[in-house]
Every structure is written in C-alpha cells, then in structure tokens.
C-alpha cells in the first residue's frame, strides 16, 4: 500500500510540474507568443483592427482615452459577436484579457504587468494604446506630444490628484525564470490606479513604438508580434522594428519628448481636460497654483528617475542572496567613484540573464571564498544596457581596500587589459550613474573617479579601461608615498 501511495504521490506531482510548465507565465514572450495566437486566428486582419480589439475594454471605461482615441463600437470592425475568444469574436483569450487589465492590489500585487527580456516590468496596457495611436492616419505634427498624452500624462495627472503616495513604486517577480506574481516592495497605502514604475515603463514604450508606427506609413508593420519581438529583444520571427531596443527606452524617450519642462504642460492639459470630463467646476487660482506645484514637482522627479537616472536592475531581480552580517551604513555625500573590472568574469554579458548570472557567481566568490558579508561592489555595468545593483548607495562596500568608507566601487563585467567596454556601458557610468549621484546627494558635485589600482597594488581596472577613465572629466589624480 506504502508503495503504491508512493508511485501515486509521483504522478500526481509530475502532473502539477507538467501543467505549471504549460502555464504561460507572465513573460513578454508568453505574452507575444499569445498574440501571436490572436493573430494566426483572424488571418488578414489589420494591425490596426486588433490593436482595436485589445485595447477597447479599456478605452470603453475610459473617458479620458475615448476622448482621443475615439468611441469604441461594441465589437470592432470585421467582428463576430458570437464567435469564441482566440477566433473572429469580441472577447479576448483569457490569458489576453488578464495581462491586459492593469491594477495594484492592496497586498500590493501588480497586474497586468510583464518581465521583460532585459529585466525590466512593464505594464501593457500603455504600450498597445501606443501603438493603436501609431496607427491613426493623419498623424499631426508634434506626435510625440500626442503619444505622450495618451500614454504618460493621464496617469501622471491623477497622480497629481491623489493622496500623498510614494511615486513610482516597484517591486519583483517571485520567479524571473519563471513569472507569476509581481510584487511593489516597501510600500504601503498604494491604490489601484498608483503610478507604477511598471506604468511609466509602458508608457515610454508605447511613446516609443507608436513614433515607430507613425513613421513607418504608409509601409506599415507586418505584424504585432513581430514589432514586439524586435522591441524585446526575443529572437526575430517577422518584421519588427531594427534598431529599437527596450533596454534602450531611456535613450529613445528622450530623444523624442526632447524638452522635459514641456511635459509638465502636458501633464496639466491632461489634468484640466480630465476635470472636463468629470464635470468639474473650474478650480480656482490658489487651488490652481498648487496643482502646478505638485505637477512640477511630480515631474522634475520623473526627468530624473527616468530620463537622467540610469536603468539598475535590483538585487531581487538579479536573486541576490541575503546579505550576511551587519552593515556598515555609508554617510553621503561621498566625494570619490572607484573604478574596476572584474576580470573574472573575462567576457562582457550582453543579456539581462547571463549579467544576472555573472552577478551570482561573483557573490557567490566574494561570501563563500574572500568571506565577505555580500558581493563587495556598490554597482556593476553589464553590457546589456543596465547596471546591477550591490550594496547600493547605502551601504559600505569591500571593493576599493581603506577607501570603501569614503566613496563608490562601480565595476564593468569583463576584463579590460586590452580591448574597452562598450560605449553604452561606459556612457552609463560615466554620465548617468555619475550625474544621478550628484543629483540625488549621493556623490558632492566636485567628485573624484580613480581607478582601483591608484590605491591599491593591483593592476585593475585594466590598462585599457585605466587609460580611458583618466581622460574623464572628473578623474583625479593620486600621489603615492
């Protein structure tokens, strides 16, 4: 009897592994794979006439996006009311219609949101109201502005509006290899419309791709999922989008919007025109002043979060393991940038998986076999777009021996004796991570950078990389005893 309980136990667990291995998961290539679906069910529809299908319960409840998008028909053209989700019908796929509907529970599960190829979360939602907007014929001048409004500015608007709230709150996946539930970490009193990291992330790609569209009538795009694969970064099956990637959202946002104080303009346009439809009397002027004020505000904490800032990928992200010990807190403004290689790894990581895996060797190498409480470097800069997450800001590292008190250890993943680091990886620390210390009070304006071996006997960061940072701006030099 033992034995047969046993062989049943066995069965029934390799049913549930083989049913959670067939589950799509919330990863933008489940979801592109989904879609993939929709399409290969409605062959010859238009990109424009499923954009329209995906995005109409949400334009259907929103006034603000029926406003300029337009009203939603109760089935889209070409639709058949009768048919079931995936063929020629109104209602979408269930795992569609889920990853579509965007809110924040008050456990602080985040919905409607997916991991990306390069480790970012992003809300779907925004990216195919993007998209859809792409789409429209006569485009007007100033699309990005209109894609702005339709993608960012609402909920930066509302935002405005609500209670004070911790701006841009995100989280992490229980699983990055394998994502079902996205979490915002140490947050509380976060509603179900809370401006997310993961919003703004959708926003700026759905700004993105939609210019993308625009610019490509009357060629058009071949397919949806195409477009996206190319974006993501997830091996290219159709016609996408060459030379666009997601993991350099930052860049082409700010290419596009151009001038950071006209976004405010647009946020408080957003905001008088929701009062509009709301029916809501005119504000007057004090009441007025302090909407501005917030919005500023508001604003001059997105530029900086997600325009000046750098992507940094967090240490849940990368499944960091715990820190052990106590911490020794930093007391910033430091006043020095250390610069290393890591030499081993040797090669530069050019994927947010394999630069999370070189993350976790390199913890691994520091606790268990130099006995260090965790992985000695404040941050480190993969060559996949994104910096990685140590110690931090916070917290004293064990990088640069009787400096780590008084300054950063930033590493590049590679060995740099020879050959540099790419340029965005360079461009990355030098100008992003740099300037956001500066402007976040981590690091004082007149900083110095030196180059690991200018205080210690070691040859890193490499000869290469040494010479190149010794023509930085703010690189100092160092007079041995």
């Keep these: 009897m033992a034995v047969y309980w046993r062989w049943t136990l066995a069965v029934l667990m390799g049913l549930a592994s083989s049913h959670m291995e067939a589950t799509p998961t919330w990863h933008m290539s489940d979801f592109i794979a989904a879609l993939e679906q929709l399409e290969l069910s409605r062959p010859g529809a238009e990109p424009s006439s499923l954009l329209h299908l995906l995005t109409r319960p949400a334009v259907q409840e929103n006034p603000f996006l029926r406003n300029i998008l337009g009203p939603r028909a109760v089935a889209p053209p070409g639709a058949n009311a009768t048919a079931p989700p995936g063929a020629n019908g109104t209602a979408l796929p269930p795992y569609l219609a889920r990853a579509l509907a965007h809110r924040v529970r008050r456990d602080g599960r985040e919905e409607g949101v997916v991991l990306t190829g390069d480790g970012t979360t992003v809300a779907l939602g925004p990216v195919l109201l993007g998209l859809e907007a792409g789409l429209l014929s006569g485009a007007p001048r100033g699309r990005a502005r209109a894609l702005f409004q339709l993608t960012l500015a609402q909920p930066l608007a509302l935002a405005a509006r609500a209670p004070p709230a911790p701006l841009f709150p995100d989280g992490c996946w229980d699983s990055p290899d394998s994502p079902r539930e996205f979490r915002l970490s140490g947050v509380s009193l976060v509603g179900p419309r809370a401006l997310t990291t993961a919003l703004v992330h959708g926003g700026m790609d759905g700004l993105v791709l939609g210019m993308t569209l625009a610019s490509a009538r009357p060629r058009g795009v071949a397919s949806l999922s195409g477009l996206l694969r190319s974006y993501y970064g997830l091996p290219l099956i ?52 302090q909407l501005v004020a917030l919005v500023n505000a508001q604003m001059k904490e997105f530029v ?16 960091a393991a715990p820190y052990r010990g106590t911490p020794t807190l930093l007391a910033p403004p430091l006043g020095f940038l250390y610069v290393h290689h890591t030499s081993t790894p040797a090669a530069p990581c050019l994927s947010f998986k394999h630069c999370a895996e070189d993350m976790r060797a390199m913890q691994r190498f520091h606790q268990d076999v130099r006995g260090w409480d965790d992985i000695g470097y404040s941050f480190v800069a993969g060559s996949d ?19 780590n008190a008084v300054g950063y250890g930033v590493a590049f993943i590679g060995d740099y004796s020879s050959a540099l680091p790419v340029d965005g990886a360079l461009a990355l620390v030098r100008d992003r991570l740099a300037g956001c210390a500066v402007a976040t009070a981590a690091l004082v304006a007149n900083y110095t950078v030196h180059g690991h071996r200018q205080l210690v006997n070691t040859s890193c960061p490499g000869d290469a990389l040494y010479r190149e940072i010794s023509g930085w701006e703010h690189f100092g030099n160092v007079t041995r005893v």
């Design 238 to 289: 159709s016609t996408g989008a060459p030379g666009l990637r997601a993991s350099q959202r930052r860049d082409h946002f700010w290419q596009l919007v151009g001038d950071p104080p006209l976004l405010a303009k647009q946020v408080l346009r957003a905001l008088d025109l929701q009062l509009r439809l709301e029916g809501r009397p005119k504000m007057k002027k004090t009441k007025r002043n």
């Design 304 to 319: 900086l979060r997600f325009m000046e800032c750098p992507p940094i990928v967090p240490r849940c992200m990368w499944q």
């Design 385 to 403: 777009g994104s910096l990685y997450e140590g110690r931090g800001w916070k917290l004293q590292g064990a990088h640069t021996l009787g400096h």
